[in-house]
Each structure stands twice: as structure tokens, then as C-alpha cells.
């Protein structure tokens, strides 16, 4: 009597990719700006990029049938555009002008320590537990070794303000994500990250506009390097990784799909170091596991709630650092 084996499950199988997806590149992506913007201007670059994979994006979800989204979604995606791709992306790709990508992975791997923070601060929802609280303690010691009294004294060579702008793009970041689980927001999830990228592109390219992005812009100096950085960003950063990472959310528990956290800033770390040959000091070898370890903590907290909380509060951590990258 044979045994015939079940065939494969082809959900698996795409499950693995869009994992790999989601770790590779998004832990790819702080690289590619930190080379986009050698010869780019940070806001009209990362404006260009989310306006494009944004009209991308909804231009085919049309096509599909996809309701247009009311002038209260349009409202909602402009607010969690300005927070989430103007104060996220946008103070990173500029402060990636002086600060190593690396350091910036690291310091957006907190988004996780800012959302739980302010969801109970601000937001009224649970106190944190005790591993919770450790998770932020060990997370805000990891930030501490990470920048070194070095950057803290401004003689590392990165200015405090670039540092001070680098900062707030989590605090930011958190703040759009919590009010996004409220805000009315079209059903169709790929909608709404479709017009949140045109709303925050816009609002990127007006602030390249108006900090005189485009008095400064050499067009003869833009390279090939900076270019081809800037369509990777484009084609595989916004609209890839995030199509599989929204996937992802609907297969499998968030808390699984926020294990990207850990991934990217060691992926992004050693690429610097490889590529652009950034510095690695023993800081930041031993701020790495710290950062990381944090977030761990902070993430799996979610799996001993009750299932009622479960749902909501583990995409709340899933999405800290969603289209960031």
C-alpha cells in the first residue's frame, strides 16, 4: 500500500516569500536612501517615490473595482500621510544626509518602545506589564549606548540637530500609526496605503519646495547610483515589501509578521558596513542585541493578552514601522 504525500501548500510557500520579502527588503531600504540621497534632494526624493508607488497602486486597485475613497478617508490618509511618510520617512531620508544607515535602522527599530509608551500615555490604553517595562528600559539603554557620548557632545561629525531630526521620525511615526486605528480609512487595506502614500508624497514634495530643495538641485551632479537607489525604493520598498507585509497580516498572527523588526536593523547595519563602509564600533555590537532584544519583548507581550485585545494590539506594534522604510 503507497503513501501519496499531500501536495504543498502553496500559501506556505508564499508565505515564505513574502517573509523574505519584508525581511530583505525593508532591511535593504535604509542603504538605498543613504545612496539616493548622495546627489538627491531627501524631500523631493522620497516625495517623488510615494507619489508614484502611490498613484501606482491606486490607479490598479481602480482598474480592479476598488471603491474611491470619501472625503473623510481622503482627510484621515492625509493626516496619517503627514505623521507616518512626512514626519517617518521624511526626517530619516533627510537625516540620512550625515547619519550612518545603520544608526538610523537602529533608532527606527524602536517604533514598537514609542507606540506602546504613548498608547498608554496618551491613547488610555493598558499600562505596560513588567516585561513590558523592561523591554523599554533595555530599548531606551540600547539608544543611549548607540549614539555615545561622541554624537551626544556633537563631535562625532553628525550634528545633534540631524540626530535631534533622526529622533523624531519614531515619536512621529508611532503617533500616525495609533491614531490610524481609529481614523476612518477605506475597508480595502491596499486603498488605504495607496492614498496615504499620495497624501504624504505631496506633503513631501511641498516641504522640498518650500526648504528650497530645488534652488539647490544640481541636475548635472544626479548619478545613476542615485537614481537606480531611488526606483529600488520606489518599486520594491513601497509597493513590494508593502503588498506582502499587508498580505502577511491577513495570513498569519501579526506578532510573526513584526518579527521583521528584528531583522531589518542587523541587515542594515551590515550592509553599511560592507557597502559604504560605516563605521561598526563596539557600541553599536553590543546596542544591536539591546535594541532588538527590546522589541522582542515589547512584541510577543501581545501573546499572553486576552484574544479580544489581541488582534488589535499586535498590529498596533506590527504596523511601527510598516511603510517607514
Excluded: H
Amino acid at each position: 500500500m503507497s503513501i501519496i504525500s499531500p501536495p504543498p501548500n502553496k500559501n506556505a510557500i508564499k508565505i515564505v516569500i513574502a517573509f523574505a520579502a519584508i525581511y530583505i527588503i525593508w532591511g535593504t531600504t535604509y542603504l538605498a536612501i543613504r545612496i539616493a540621497v548622495e546627489t538627491l534632494p531627501p524631500f523631493l526624493m522620497a516625495g517623488v517615490r510615494f507619489v508614484l508607488a502611490g498613484l501606482v497602486t491606486f490607479v490598479f486597485l481602480r482598474s480592479r473595482g476598488v471603491p474611491l475613497p470619501t472625503r473623510e478617508q481622503w482627510r484621515s490618509a492625509a493626516i496619517i500621510g503627514a505623521f507616518l511618510l512626512v514626519g517617518g520617512n521624511g526626517f530619516v531620508t533627510w537625516s540620512e544626509q550625515q547619519v550612518p544607515s545603520g544608526m538610523a535602522a537602529l533608532i527606527i527599530a524602536t517604533d514598537p518602545l514609542w507606540i506602546t509608551v504613548f498608547d498608554w500615555l496618551i491613547f488610555k490604553g493598558a499600562k505596560p506589564g513588567k516585561k513590558t517595562v523592561f523591554g523599554l528600559i533595555l530599548g531606551f539603554l540600547g539608544i543611549v549606548l548607540l549614539i555615545g557620548p561622541g554624537q551626544m557632545q556633537g563631535t562625532s561629525g553628525i550634528s545633534l540637530f540631524s540626530l535631534a531630526v533622526l529622533f523624531m521620525a519614531p515619536v512621529l511615526w508611532s503617533l500616525g500609526s495609533l491614531y490610524s486605528r481609529e481614523a476612518a480609512l477605506p475597508e480595502n487595506a491596499f486603498m488605504a496605503t495607496a492614498v496615504e502614500m499620495l497624501c504624504g508624497g505631496s506633503f513631501l514634495v511641498i516641504a522640498g519646495l518650500l526648504t528650497g530643495e530645488t534652488a539647490r538641485l544640481d541636475w548635472a551632479g544626479i548619478s545613476l547610483r542615485s537614481l537606480t537607489a531611488m526606483a529600488y525604493l520606489t518599486i520594491f520598498g513601497s509597493i513590494v515589501a508593502f503588498t506582502a507585509y499587508v498580505w502577511l497580516l491577513k495570513m498569519v498572527q501579526a506578532s510573526k509578521v513584526a518579527t521583521y523588526t528584528y531583522v531589518n536593523p542587523v541587515i542594515a547595519v551590515f550592509l553599511g558596513w560592507l557597502i559604504l563602509s560605516e563605521t561598526v564600533t563596539a557600541q553599536t555590537l553590543i546596542a544591536v542585541p539591546s535594541i532588538i532584544l527590546a522589541v522582542g519583548l515589547i512584541t510577543t507581550q501581545t501573546t499572553k493578552k486576552e484574544d479580544g485585545q489581541l488582534e488589535e494590539e499586535e498590529t498596533a506594534v506590527s504596523q511601527g514601522t510598516a511603510v517607514a522604510d
